[in-house]
């Protein structure tokens, strides 16, 4: 396929609403990557996965989010109960290999979400 | 900890006219360094990277970055912008240490050109 997917590209969702954000890799990568892009700012890392192992989960925020990659190719990231700070762009990122090969990392167009 | 710095937050150039971008990073181990652009409505791509070998990388769109182990520095620079330049450019490290990618990015630096 082409590139990194995202779905929705923009998301308004009201205080408390769960939400779930699809990813869809390039196929065949193995590394999926979730970055949080909040306004102004530099994207900042959520968690990774390597095929469906979830291996480093230490940058999401709170046990409110939660992430998975059941079969190792589209991935959803979850939020539940929305807080207003959860407004921000999700960005999904892929990448071939593993170890050393996963330098080049390659980012979809991003969903924004807006809790209102 | 990693953090990087990018120290322009908005850099408003003329076209045709030089520009650089700074970056500063901090990490106590080896690195890997890349520059990625964010235009209007899209996703982040990559501009150029520095993994190893020379310091000086370039780009296919004429923008180089040199790696400064001594400064902790790898600044973007163009010696002549276009008005297509104009985007959103962050700069971000890999620890080299680590099995897989992950960023760290900075804030981020608004390039804007104008005619």
């Known amino acids: 396929g082409a590139g990194v997917s995202q779905s929705p590209r923009y998301k308004v969702a009201k205080r408390g609403q769960d939400v779930a954000l699809r990813c869809d890799p390039i196929?065949?990568?193995?590394?999926l990557f979730w970055y949080q892009q909040a306004l102004g700012q530099g994207p900042e890392f959520l968690t990774y996965f390597q095929n469906e192992a979830q291996l480093d989960k230490s940058g999401l925020p709170s046990d409110r989010f939660f992430a998975e990659r059941p079969e190792g190719s589209v991935s959803t990231l979850k939020i539940q109960r929305t807080q207003q700070e959860d407004s921000a762009v999700y960005l999904c990122?892929?990448?071939?290999?593993?170890?050393?090969?996963?330098?080049?990392?390659?980012f979809g167009p991003g969903t924004r979400l807006t809790v209102t | 900890a990693q953090s990087v710095t990018q120290l322009d937050s908005q850099v408003p150039v003329f076209e045709e006219a030089p520009v650089e971008l700074r970056c500063n990073y901090s990490s106590s181990v080896s690195v890997y360094l890349f520059w990625y652009v964010q235009y209007p409505n899209q996703g982040l791509q990559l501009l150029l990277k520095y993994l190893s070998g020379s310091t000086l990388v370039e780009s296919i769109n004429g923008f180089e970055a040199e790696f400064n182990k001594s400064q902790t520095s790898f600044h973007l620079r163009k010696p002549s912008v276009h008005i297509s330049d104009t985007a959103e450019y962050f700069c971000a490290v890999r620890n080299g240490g680590t099995s897989y990618g992950k960023l760290t990015f900075g804030q981020g630096t608004i390039l804007t050109v104008h005619p």
């Open positions: 990122a892929s990448s071939l290999g593993e170890g050393q090969m996963t330098y080049e990392q390659y």
């Open positions: 196929s065949g990568h193995v590394s």
